[in-house]
Nanobody, 124 residues
Framework: QVQLVESGGGLVQPGGSLRLSCAAS????????MGWYRQAPGKQRELVAA????????DYADSVKGRFTISRDNAKNTVYLQMNSLKPEDTAVYYC?????????????????WGQGTQVTVSS
């Protein structure tokens, strides 16, 4: 089994910063792309940022460019999201997502996994 566990969410004032972490664990053969999504109440889940396995390519939603930075530590199977200059409209549940080649019943297969989500609230 493979698990993604997020941490780092919370309540912050506008203009503040938070750093989210997502650690993958379990029967992992390799991890390909990783990313962060968010879902605000009454809205669809949207991609916030994504990063390739070697960190050579990073993609961001237009709404977070210049404020958020995605990074990863492959030795720790962990992806991070540094969020600066937070705005009330950044309030949402943030989910980690990863394309993982996992070992299931002795066979390595590609799967897509989601974390359980972490709440980020930006409010004064």
């Amino acid at each position: 089994q493979v698990q993604l566990v997020e941490s780092g969410g919370g309540l912050v004032q506008p203009g503040g910063s938070l750093r989210l972490s997502c650690a993958a664990s379990g029967s992992i053969f390799s991890i390909n792309a990783m990313g962060w999504y968010r879902q605000a109440p009454g809205k669809q889940r949207e991609l916030v940022a994504a990063i390739t396995s070697g960190s050579s390519t990073k993609d961001y939603a237009d709404s977070v460019k210049g404020r958020f930075t995605i990074s990863r530590d492959n030795a720790k199977n962990t992806v991070y999201l540094q969020m600066n200059s937070l705005k009330p409209e950044d309030t949402a549940v943030y989910y980690c997502n990863a394309d993982i080649r996992a070992i299931v019943a002795g066979i390595a297969r590609n799967y897509n996994y989601w974390g359980q989500g972490t709440q980020v609230t930006v409010s004064s």
